[in-house]
């Protein structure tokens, strides 16, 4: 098989071209094959006819010429160059059937009784405009064809009755009328190579069409790999190529945003480790050198090298959750849940917090169905956006936690009063690492990575997470999820 391989074009534009020739060729063969086998009979018929209708006016010229004073030979001479030619034979036979002259050479002097009084009397093959005699000859076969009024009529002359002594009769060779399709060959050739032509053409606009768009995604795919990411190509049509054009571009799309994410997070997780580090190293090295002596200092320095080794373990646990929900690692321990009991926990879990900024923390619940999750993970989740609208209220301030029921759905909001995400903010605020305030979250020890732990967990439970923030009415984050079903029917035991 590998000579073969180097035997076929490289090209997948030359392939597929190779492959439309040789099927177009074969269905054009197969099909003129097939009209030839249709046709050869029809045509050997057309052939029998055409020379048939020769006999009877072969015949009356033949009388004609008789009468007239001609001889045998010039009968011949005349009827050959009025009806001889393509494969025409014409034979002047006398009244005893034998050949006199023969436009042939083969046949004359020879008797032939298919001609007889008897033979004609037989009429074998005749039909309504001639008879067709069939005469075993060397190398094949002869038909003779003669006018089925006879050629013994009396024909009125100038000298009264007349009896011709010839008959002409028009004879040809048996297989020039059963090879009579072959005159189509050359039409059929003209025709398959044109329409061969022609199809070749429009296989190679079509390859054209397929191989074209495969070849600006290699391209695209070679930059790709330099790592080139933002390739695109024309993606025309609804049809498999203009589908795989559509999906190679979101691919790329996404390849993109892939590779601009993880710069950014290599970046981002850099500079969170970066300034508890240079804090560790900071005090760890003053340690070292004796720079720190007493005890209130060595404490203060173990302290702060225990907050910020906390603050880069916390950052390392949300990386690692992050990726575990991303990857889908984390099994959810899912039961009914009530919307009104997990609002009022959280409340009471940030309530301290909040007073001790004087914000106000309430929660506002109509009945809601049940919901299905695990309730450790969605508090988790509801927690984060909390704890973000205490920290970013101001004194005085409001948050307030709700939740409704509408659609088989059940959302769980947090709006708190006096702070703005600015709209530019907006699409980027479940991302990780992104700060609204970069300085502020310094200050707080906000990884940033809280809010894309809860869009996460959400998903992971099939709702959806949405923010919208305005001056006038502040910040409100809904989580929505679907509404838990109908509990199984209980059944008594049987007495």
Do not use: C
């Not at 959806?464 to 509990?487: C, K, N, W």
Request: glycine share 6%.
């Amino acid at each position: 098989m590998s000579w073969t391989r180097k035997l076929l074009p490289r090209s997948l534009r030359s392939r597929l071209i190779l492959s439309f020739g040789i099927l177009i060729f074969l269905t054009l063969f197969l099909a003129g094959s097939t009209t030839v086998l249709l046709l050869r009979d029809e045509r050997a018929e057309t052939a029998r006819e055409r020379v048939g209708r020769l006999a009877e006016p072969v015949a009356l010229r033949s009388v004609f010429l008789e009468a007239s004073g001609a001889t045998a030979a010039e009968i011949e001479t005349v009827l050959y160059e009025e009806y001889g030619g393509e494969g025409v034979r014409i034979l002047i036979v006398d009244a005893n059937a034998t050949v006199v002259r023969d436009t042939g050479e083969t046949l004359q002097g020879t008797t032939i009784a298919q001609l007889s009084d008897q033979g004609l009397r037989a009429r074998p093959l005749e039909t309504l405009r001639f008879r067709v005699q069939r005469l075993q000859t060397e190398p094949g076969n002869l038909l003779l064809f003669t006018s089925p009024e006879g050629i013994f009529a009396t024909v009125p002359g100038l000298r009264g009755a007349f009896v011709p002594r010839y008959r002409a009769v028009v004879a040809i060779d048996a297989s020039e009328l059963s090879q009579a399709w072959r005159e189509l060959l050359p039409r059929f050739f003209l025709a398959g190579g044109v329409s061969f032509f022609a199809s070749v053409l429009a296989a190679s606009l079509l390859a054209r069409s397929i191989t074209q768009p495969l070849r600006r995604m290699t391209t695209a795919t070679e930059e790709m790999a330099r790592g080139r990411y933002d390739q695109q190509i024309p993606a025309h049509g609804s049809d498999e190529v203009g589908r795989l054009a559509t999906s190679f571009n979101e691919m790329a799309r996404q390849v993109g945003r892939s590779h601009r994410t993880l710069r950014e997070f290599i970046a981002n997780v850099s500079h969170e480790l970066k300034t508890p580090l240079t804090s560790v190293q900071g005090f760890s090295q003053a340690m070292v050198d004796g720079s720190v002596q007493s005890p209130a200092e060595f404490a203060e320095s173990g302290r702060i090298i225990n907050e910020e080794a906390v603050r880069m373990r916390a950052l390392v646990d949300d990386l690692l959750y992050l990726s575990q929900v991303e990857a889908g690692e984390v099994q959810l321990q899912r039961e009914r849940l009530s919307a009104d009991a997990l609002l009022r926990t959280t409340r009471a879990r940030f309530e301290r917090r909040a007073a001790q900024t004087n914000v106000a923390l309430d929660v506002e619940s109509a009945l809601t169905p049940p919901i299905e999750a695990d309730p450790r993970r969605l508090e988790q989740a509801l927690s984060n956006i909390v704890e973000n609208a205490v920290r970013h209220t101001p004194a005085d301030g409001k948050v307030t936690l709700a939740a409704t029921a509408a659609n088989g759905s059940v959302a769980l909001s947090v709006h708190n009063t006096g702070s703005l995400i600015p709209p530019a903010a907006l699409p980027r605020i479940f991302d990780r690492f992104f700060q609204v305030d970069p300085a502020r979250a310094q200050v707080d020890g906000s990884t940033g990575l809280g809010l894309a732990i809860t869009r996460e967990i959400v998903e992971a439970h099939g709702g959806t997470v949405v923010v919208t923030s305005s001056e006038a009415d502040g910040t409100r984050f809904v989580i929505t999820l679907p509404a838990a079903g109908p509990p199984p029917a209980s059944t008594e035991a049987e007495q």
